[in-house]
């Protein structure tokens, strides 16, 4: 079975720090480009960072989080990772991971609709 299973999430105090994972099963994460994208309540899906399935295809953070989250991938281990440090208030949102084939980064993270897995989402709760 093709899917992305998420861990990681809760709830943490402004200023905190939490991680999130993506498991890819069912296929090599090698041909996809990978990234997170978060909805907040009555809000549209956003790209929060992307990564190009080539490293030329470059690596994306939206303005509000960039020095502050970091993505990074493990292709071995099939694994997606997402370090969210200085969380704010308005980082609140369900949190989900995704993979589109052959992309790059700043493509993957406009274009929420043309991604090819989603995670089951996982909130995030910044609050103090």
């Known amino acids: 079975q093709l899917q992305l299973v998420q861990s990681g999430g809760g709830m943490v105090e402004p200023g905190g720090s939490l991680r999130l994972s993506c498991a890819a099963s069912?296929?090599?994460?090698?041909?996809?480009?990978i990234g997170w994208f978060r909805q907040a309540p009555g809000k549209e899906r956003e790209g929060v960072s992307c990564?190009?399935?080539?490293?030329?295809?470059?690596?994306y953070y939206a303005g509000s989080v960039a020095g502050r989250f970091t993505i990074s991938r493990d292709i071995v281990k099939s694994m997606v990772y997402l370090q969210m440090d200085n969380l704010k208030t308005e980082d609140t949102g369900v949190y989900y991971c995704?993979?589109?084939?052959?992309?790059?980064?700043?493509?993957?993270?406009?274009?929420?609709?043309?991604?090819?897995?989603w995670g089951q989402g996982t909130q995030v709760t910044v609050s103090s």
């Open positions: 995704a993979a589109r084939r052959f992309t790059t980064a700043q493509a993957m993270c406009a274009g929420p609709t043309g991604n090819d897995f």
């Open positions: 069912g296929f090599t994460l090698h041909y996809y480009g």
């Open positions: 990564i190009g399935t080539r490293s030329s295809n470059g690596t």
